[in-house]
């Protein structure tokens, strides 16, 4: 009964020390946590700037997109203009898609919009991943490790612009998919696949501060033609994905209700607690239950090898 009760008492001062640094430090992942840092952004981060007034539906982006990132080809073929009958999101095998939407009037030609990840400047889905599979990184993309992925998706309730998909059709490898603005692209010092396709130049690329000048820029030149306000610039603290559009941005499916502060201001504190609540407690659960399923009638611990013998 001694044993017994010295192997309980470790097995519980292990496991309550694991919880206490798990949970003052924070799940182990592969980089630094955002919700639990003021960060203000990497400067020379780059972006990109979509500019709905040059966009004419072609779909050559998400045709470009698909061969950059070896996709299968789509059920609706790039160049069905029928696609445009209902509103789409993207999914593990689009990682890009553009919708129509009415103009202003009745007359007015039809707005297009081209939809993907956003790559917040403070992302809210990596804010929100318990294990750090989705990070910021210095160049300016959000980028996913399927490595560290637990599978709770709490990074798809987090993004408020429905950015990130998840693979349902793969039962032994689901993963979360989303835009990665062609990362391996930019580290080699190329441009990602759907600005250098698209003809009209409605998606171009470069730093964050540069596109915002010529976006601005724009607007200065054509008041007329432009919404006074650059969508991605501050809302929610800032995105690496910019808009500029003839009408109200809202119009365009985009929030218009999002504010200036980055999301995981608002979720740090409540961030704290989600992995003792929802994994460490669970984990200590089973392993006290796992440690009294070892103990013989007489309290003894059962060892493997009379466990064997049984």
């Known amino acids: 009964m001694k044993n017994l009760e010295i192997s309980r008492r470790r097995f519980l001062q292990g496991s309550g020390a694991l919880v206490g640094a798990l949970t003052l430090g924070g799940l182990a992942g592969p980089g630094p946590v955002l919700a639990a840092e003021d960060f203000q952004g990497y400067p020379d981060r780059f972006g990109m700037l979509t500019d709905t007034t040059k966009c004419l539906g072609c779909r050559i982006c998400e045709a470009a997109c698909n061969k950059a990132n070896g996709l299968p080809p789509p059920e609706v073929p790039f160049s069905d203009q029928k696609v445009f009958d209902r509103k789409r999101r993207t ?12 103009g202003t009037g009745a007359s007015a030609p039809p707005v297009f919009r081209k939809i993907q990840c956003m790559h917040c400047n403070e992302p809210a889905c990596a804010s929100a991943c318990l294990v750090g599979a989705l990070k910021k990184t210095p160049e300016g993309p959000v980028l996913y490790d ?15 612009y429905t950015g990130l998909a998840y693979e349902y059709n793969d039962p032994l490898t689901p993963a979360v998919t989303k835009c990665t603005m062609c990362y391996k692209r930019i580290k080699d010092g190329g441009t990602p696949a759907c600005a250098e396709a698209c003809p009209t130049k409605a998606t171009v690329f470069g730093k964050r501060a540069d596109l915002l000048e010529i976006a601005h820029d724009r607007i200065r030149q054509s008041p007329d033609k432009y919404v006074p306000q650059v969508f991605g610039e501050h809302e929610a603290g800032g995105a690496g994905w910019l808009y500029l559009a003839s009408v109200p941005f809202q119009q365009l499916d985009l929030p218009d209700d999002l504010g200036s502060t980055p999301y995981p201001e608002f979720t740090r504190d409540w961030l704290l607690g989600v992995p003792l609540v929802l994994i460490l407690w669970p984990t200590l659960l089973m392993g006290i239950r796992h440690f009294n399923q070892r103990l013989g009638d ?4 059962v060892t ?3 466990e064997v013998k049984k």
Do not use: K
Request: proline share 3%; with cysteine.
């Open 146 to 160: 399927e490595s560290f992925c637990i599978g709770c998706r709490y990074c798809m309730n987090a993004c408020p």
């Open 91 to 102: 999914t593990a095998g689009a990682l890009t898609v553009v919708n129509r939407y009415r």
């Open 298 to 301: 007489n309290g003894a611990i």
């Open 304 to 306: 493997a090898e009379q």
